[in-house]
């Protein structure tokens, strides 16, 4: 499986912006899917993931309310639409795929996620 993210960019504070991640592969479908970021200096933390039906979400607690996770799977795509833009949200956001979730688990671990997308810097200026 091969993971392209795409959508980072500069902001303003207050504004938004959405991530795409695009998938290689037939097995997209059957991936539990996430996007973690990190931001400099920082360990690289979980945001948001999906379930592979896309039935149960998840999200960390400083982003509930103002990011979706969603996910197309006749696209192989998988989005993040973030709202509400604030200054701690800037980090480059890597989508990653765990292939071996059990039935309606996200992990927020990211020893979790077999693959990896390059990463797409988010930018947030106040």
């Known amino acids: 499986v091969q993971l392209q993210a795409s959508g980072g960019g500069l902001v303003q504070a207050g504004g938004s912006l959405r991530l795409s991640c695009a998938a290689s592969?037939?097995?997209?479908?059957?991936?539990?899917m996430a996007w973690l970021r990190q931001a400099p200096g920082k360990e690289r933390e979980f945001v948001a993931g999906i379930t592979w039906s896309g039935s149960s979400t998840h999200y960390t607690d400083s982003v509930k309310g103002r990011f979706t996770i969603s996910r197309d799977n006749a696209k192989n795509t998988v989005f993040l639409q973030m709202n509400s833009l604030k200054d701690e949200d800037t980090a480059v956001y890597h989508c990653?795929?765990?292939?071996?979730?059990?039935?309606?688990?996200?992990?927020?671990?990211?020893?979790?996620?077999?693959?990896w997308g390059q990463g797409t810097q988010v930018t947030v200026s106040s």
């Open positions: 592969g037939s097995t997209f479908s059957t991936l539990t």
């Open positions: 990653a795929a765990d292939p071996d979730a059990g039935f309606g688990v996200v992990s927020w671990s990211q020893r979790s996620y077999d693959y």
